[in-house]
């Protein structure tokens, strides 16, 4: 990738402009060959040739050569954002397509189409999302909403569904709020335990940061006594990840370059992430910015220092745990590792190093969950059928324990858990490495 002497203006430039035509192209590596079919959640959901990779392709194609509507409402639309981004037909697929890339840069232009997002939309993606004043905010406020009175007489007066169109419908998937004493920031520089063996970034995420702070401060445990000293920033609390595949691209930039900025600053040398969402879309910040002058190679610089936490340890060396962890784990691969990064043997090397722990196979096991960011809160119908689908897998499996890698993924799946009627723990592997 070199950078461009001809910048587009528009990041989302429309497929059948000549700015959008580089974007297309990635499109007609496509062969047809129907490899990514069986693989896709949505085509296995349907069985339609429209909701498969190959289908929604297709649809591309015929968009950009005027041959079908991209209108909102249309099929074209639809099947635009049925689509998780899940990035399985990448993995499969013959001719490289990159599947999320179409995705993010389609959904963009469907953006501009459909007008400005709703209010709670622009308001969670633009503000909270990014801020950690907000993040709390957010966390205070749900906590308030879902544990007092308060929330059933907002909720009477019709005010919450006013501020935020269809929340109520939504309640069972509000997620446990923390105590605030249990969603503390960590320091912004931790020293490591023993001999120093270097410096290494670590961004506590931006949902991950009020709702499952407990695996951030594993993480760091694990890192520093493995004598790494640990150095964080705040803000931007995001790495953008959300925005992108909600079509957002002209903020997902905004905050790729902020957090690069923030990267340099600490001087490190790695940038360690414990979700695979995350991980995965700052090593793709070279192609959200391969049109902005200067910072490809900046974009490619914090790309190649980065790394999963299980893949870190894994390359860099850790110590075993000492105390055993007597348990029946199975392990589901996130989407964003597994088909995003190809990292799959390392966290299962480390929950296999725990003196006493099972690993029990796990069928379907790099299959969605169904979380796919934003998608739980807007396509909650199809999210729920994939994720009953994978509770029985993981009932079969007979663990008591699942381990898994992405914040997303963890929450969707205690949420599973309680649909299904399971007395099932999720955890990060990192937790299970942990020695507390
Ligand atoms: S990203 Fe996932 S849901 Fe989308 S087309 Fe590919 S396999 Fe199907
Ligand atoms: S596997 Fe790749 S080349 Fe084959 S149909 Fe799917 S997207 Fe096209």
Not at 187 to 208: D, M, T, W, Y
Not at 226 to 251: I, M, R, T
Not at 320 to 335: F, W
Not at 403 to 424: E, H, K, S, V
Request: hydrophobic content about 35%; proline content about 6%; overall charge positive.
């Amino acid at each position: 990738m070199t950078e461009p002497a001809v910048l587009p203006k528009d990041p989302c430039a429309d497929f059948a402009s000549a700015e959008g035509r580089a974007h297309f192209a990635r499109s007609l590596d496509c062969v047809h060959c129907g490899l990514c079919l069986p693989v896709c959640p949505t085509y296995q959901l349907t069985g339609n040739e429209a909701s498969s990779p190959r289908g929604r392709i297709y649809m591309m194609r015929a968009v950009a050569d005027g041959r079908i509507s991209a209108e909102p409402g249309s099929t074209y639309d639809n099947e635009l954002h049925f689509c998780l981004v899940c990035r399985a037909c990448e993995t499969v697929c013959p001719s490289g397509v990159q599947m999320e890339a179409l995705v993010e840069h389609a959904r963009c232009e469907m953006n501009k189409k459909t007008g400005p997002p709703s209010r709670a939309r622009r308001f969670l993606l633009r503000t909270v999302l990014p801020d950690r004043k907000w993040l709390r905010r957010a966390a205070d406020a749900t906590a308030i909403y879902s544990k007092t009175p308060i929330g059933k007489i907002l909720r009477k007066l019709g005010i919450v569904d006013w501020l935020f169109p269809g929340a109520t419908a939504r309640e069972a998937l509000m997620p446990h709020v923390p105590k605030r004493e249990h969603r503390r920031d960590l320091p912004a520089l931790l020293p490591p335990v023993g001999e120093k063996r270097g410096r290494v970034a670590f961004q506590e995420g931006c949902v991950a940061s009020q709702l499952l702070q407990d695996i951030n401060e594993a993480t760091v445990r694990v890192l520093t006594r493995n004598g790494w000293e640990v150095s964080l920033w705040k803000n931007p609390s995001c790495c953008g990840a959300l925005h992108a595949h909600a079509g957002d691209l002209e903020f997902a930039r905004e905050l790729a370059k902020k957090n690069i900025e923030e990267f340099e600053k600490t001087k490190a040398d790695f940038f360690i992430l414990n979700s695979a969402g995350c991980g995965s879309h700052i090593k793709n910040y070279a192609r959200l910015l391969e049109v902005e002058t200067g910072w490809l190679h900046r974009a490619k610089e914090i790309a190649a220092k980065t790394r999963d936490i299980g893949e870190f340890l894994v390359e860099t060396g850790y110590k075993p745990r000492n105390g055993p962890r007597a348990l029946r784990v199975a392990y589901d691969e996130p989407c964003h590792l597994v088909h995003g990064q190809r990292v799959s043997a390392q966290p299962k090397q480390l929950l296999q190093s725990i003196p006493g722990l099972q690993l029990v196979p796990l069928a379907g096991a790099t299959d969605c969950c169904g979380a796919a960011g934003l998608y739980s809160l807007e396509r909650t119908t199809d999210s729920m059928a994939i994720l009953d689908g994978k509770m029985q897998q993981i009932r079969a499996s007979g663990c008591e324990v699942l381990a898994t890698g992405n914040p997303g993924c963890i929450l969707q799946y205690r949420l599973g858990a309680r649909r299904a009627g399971m007395n099932l723990q999720i955890m990060h592997p990192i937790q299970l490495l942990d020695e507390g």
